[in-house]
């Protein structure tokens, strides 16, 4: 009895050193799974949320709850043991495979605080959610904007004086033609800055009009710095230049895209917050 006992105490409350431990470890295995699939976006913005989640716990670390039950642990264990067993064998079971992060997040939750604790993490939880949007990419796609996508570079080319015409989702030039896939829609650009967006609504007390201002924002400038990528695409198919179109299309052009509109969203945050900051100064002035 008395060795069952210890045991029980053992699942039932764990040092935070460990805890720290198998979230790192976690961390490693995630960002090894976004790096061996060449996904350097991936990489960078689950760094970004994981960073923000340390953020948060480190602010509230004294007021946890870190007892566990022993249904709650032995249940954690079993999350954690599939997410290693998918991660080495790369188990293609669709929606846990899009949301190991998120089952992580849970399954360490459960470890650390058990089923009552889960509600101290919260946001943490909703903010690995949210990357977890992002590895449903394969699914959201199906959402095609192509068409919307292929009429505003038509626009934009039409306007800076090109002789272009367009057919559905075709975009034809005197000298060549360019398909707007939903690869290619700006989906998954949308996706990315809006990951962006999130984070920064959780890191900043906002307004609510700044809060629905914010993805907004991400979303139409993702939108709109993709079309322009298109119209590069076009003009580079019109021009019979190959190999140019390989590095804009596929190549590492096609991450400028995305710093640009990281960096471009990145302003109008610093823009916004110093803004705020103006506002918090004068009231304090006054």
């Known amino acids: 009895m008395e060795h069952t006992k210890k045991i029980t105490n053992i699942l039932t409350k764990f040092p935070e050193s460990l805890l720290i431990g198998i979230g790192g470890s976690l961390m490693a295995i995630h960002l090894t799974l976004f790096w061996r699939d060449e996904d350097i976006v991936s ?11 340390w953020s948060l716990l480190k602010e509230k670390r004294h007021s946890l709850n870190l007892e566990s ?26 929606i846990l495979l899009a949301l190991s992060p998120l089952i992580s997040a849970i399954a360490l939750a459960l470890i650390a605080s058990g089923f009552q604790g889960l509600k101290q993490y919260w946001l943490e ?39 272009v ?26 996706l990315d800055t809006l990951s962006l967006a999130v984070l920064f609504l959780f890191m900043f007390e906002l307004t609510w009009k700044q809060k629905i201002l914010v993805p907004s924002v991400a979303a139409i400038l993702a939108f709109i710095i993709n079309g322009i990528r298109v119209c590069l695409m076009a003009i580079l198919v019109a021009e019979g230049d190959k190999q140019a179109f390989d590095y804009w299309h596929e190549g590492d052009g096609s991450l400028i895209f995305s710093m640009i509109t990281a960096f471009i969203f990145c302003c109008f945050c610093w823009f916004l917050l110093s803004i705020n900051q103006r506002k918090i100064q004068q009231i304090t002035d006054n």
């Open 43 to 53: 990489v960078f913005l689950f760094f970004l949320f994981c960073a923000n989640v």
């Open 165 to 190: 015409s367009r057919s559905g989702v075709v975009i034809n030039l005197p000298t060549g033609s360019v398909e707007v896939y939903s690869g290619c829609s700006g989906m998954v650009a949308i």
């Open 69 to 94: 039950g022993l249904i709650s642990s032995l249940l954690g264990f079993l999350l954690l043991v599939l997410v290693f067993i998918n991660s080495i064998y790369k188990i293609n079971f669709t």
């Open 125 to 163: 939880l909703l903010t690995i959610c949210f990357f977890s949007l992002r590895t449903l990419i394969p699914f959201i796609q199906r959402i095609d904007i192509s068409l919307i996508t292929a009429k505003f570079s038509y626009v934009l080319l039409w306007y800076t004086g090109f002789d």
